[in-house]
């Protein structure tokens, strides 16, 4: 069983930056593809950006391209999401995920899930 925490969400000012961290535990984390995904009150949940297990091939959503970088250190079984220029629009609960298959974009694709992270930004 793959346990994920997430950390690094908070309050922040439009334009700023944060950087997320999704540490696993309990299985083999060079072995999962991971994605960032996350949901808005009274929105589903949207697919923020994915990364394979060896970080050779990154997806990224169309609506934080360019401003949202995820990636990986295998090493201390953590993947990161660094977000810059941030918007009002980017608050919400930012879940990090776990998955078998080589590298996923929907929420479907990850059998393992974090608590959740709450990302504000205040215009």
């Known amino acids: 069983q793959v346990q994920l925490v997430e950390s690094g969400g908070g309050l922040v000012q439009a334009g700023g930056s944060l950087r997320l961290s999704c540490t696993a535990s309990g299985g083999t984390f060079s072995s999962y593809s991971m994605g960032w995904f996350r949901q808005a009150p009274g929105k589903e949940r949207e697919f923020v950006a994915s990364?394979?297990?060896?970080?050779?091939?990154?997806y990224h959503g169309n609506s934080v391209k360019g401003r949202f970088t995820i990636s990986r250190d295998n090493a201390k079984n953590t993947a990161y999401l660094q977000m810059n220029s941030l918007k009002p629009e980017d608050t919400a609960v930012y879940y990090c995920?776990?998955?078998?298959?080589?590298?996923?974009?929907?929420?479907?694709?990850?059998?393992?899930w974090g608590q959740g992270t709450q990302v504000t930004v205040s215009s």
């Open positions: 990364i394979r297990w060896s970080g050779s091939i990154i």
């Open positions: 995920a776990a998955g078998y298959r080589s590298i996923g974009t929907t929420a479907g694709e990850y059998e393992y």
